[in-house]
């Protein structure tokens, strides 16, 4: 019979991993990016990317203390995504595109 922590370990590793692999994309999303919007939105995903890593690590330690860590990661991700947003528009309409 399997042990349900062995199952439990390999899925938490196989998330890591994942998890590490999508930063390193999005990492080179944000090199590559040709448009502000798409940098935007890849840091976006990167922030999103450390609240899944906290949020593992959370399960990792059994520690209800990185979950105040992920709810602030994820409201500074949004109200920077949502500043950065702004910042485009405005960026776009004082230019005189559309």
Request: aromatic residues 8%.
């Given at each position: 019979m399997i042990d349900i922590n062995t199952v439990f370990s390999?899925?938490?590793?196989?998330?890591?991993?994942?998890?590490?692999?999508?930063?390193?994309l999005v990492c080179i999303r944000i090199v590559q990016g040709p448009h502000a919007g798409d940098r935007v939105v890849a840091l976006d995903m990167l922030c999103l990317l450390g609240v899944g890593m906290a949020a593992l690590a959370a399960?990792?330690?059994?520690?209800?203390?990185?979950v105040d860590v992920v709810l602030g990661i994820a409201l500074i991700g949004f109200l920077a995504t949502v500043a950065?947003?702004?910042?485009?528009?405005?960026?776009?309409?004082?230019?005189?595109?559309?």
């Amino acid at each position: 019979m399997i042990d349900i922590n062995t199952v439990f370990s390999a899925i938490v590793a196989f998330s890591l991993f994942l998890l590490f692999l999508s930063m390193i994309l999005v990492c080179i999303r944000i090199v590559q990016g040709p448009h502000a919007g798409d940098r935007v939105v890849a840091l976006d995903m990167l922030c999103l990317l450390g609240v899944g890593m906290a949020a593992l690590a959370a399960i990792i330690n059994d520690s209800m203390a990185f979950v105040d860590v992920v709810l602030g990661i994820a409201l500074i991700g949004f109200l920077a995504t949502v500043a950065f947003a702004v910042f485009i528009q405005r960026g776009t309409t004082q230019s005189g595109e559309d």
